[in-house]
């Protein structure tokens, strides 16, 4: 019987994003599989965790395409790139905790790609006038991958309706971001 390995990959993300301490014998029950058919698929947790990295990364970057990030408000552009990466905000909220795939030469490409592109919309609406000049691009970036990591986080525990979390995150974000005219306090 042939393994459907994306069914595989989305069952072991689905558990691993309610329980990241799972172990391989959990995320094979979760899968429908024996362990041994799953350790054929994985070599062990690194191998997994590294095959939903890449499955992570192209839905991430499947989101950034989606959003359109050079049409129209850089701010609407950031709506609609946290509404598109919202279907995967577990499993990068899951990435996000795995510490081995952001340490060491082993750093898979795609993290920076992303960040590029995600840094170069908030320099977009910089340069626009639309964020403010004092947050750097590489800050809010990692705002944004914080806000979609508490938004799933919260989701799951049940602290947050799941129909609000894209709202709420792109709000709570822009509203850091926006440029204000504020008047200046006077110093004493």
């Known amino acids: 019987m042939a393994v459907d390995r ?14 990241a301490t799972a172990t391989m014998d959990e995320v094979a029950k979760a899968t429908g599989i024996s362990r041994a058919t799953l350790h054929r698929q994985f070599a062990g947790r690194d191998a997994l965790v590294r095959a939903l990295e890449a499955l992570g990364i192209s839905e991430c970057e499947a989101a950034l395409d989606a959003a359109r990030l050079d049409d129209g408000p850089a701010s609407e552009a950031v709506r609609r790139l946290v509404r598109e990466l919202q279907p995967a905000a577990a499993l990068l909220a899951f990435l996000y905790t795995e510490n081995q795939l952001f340490e060491g030469e082993e750093q898979n490409a795609g993290w920076s790609r992303i960040d590029d592109r995600i840094s170069a919309l908030f320099r977009r609406g910089q340069a626009a006038g639309e964020f403010r000049i004092d947050l750097t691009p590489g800050w809010l970036t990692e705002a944004l991958y914080g806000l979609l990591a508490s938004g799933a986080w919260a989701v799951t525990e049940g602290r947050v309706a799941r129909n609000d979390i894209t709202h709420m995150i792109a709000e709570l974000l822009l509203g850091g971001a926006l440029l204000r005219d504020e008047p200046r306090r006077e110093e004493s």
């Open 6 to 19: 994306d069914h595989v990959l989305r069952s072991a993300a689905a558990l691993l994003t309610r329980k």
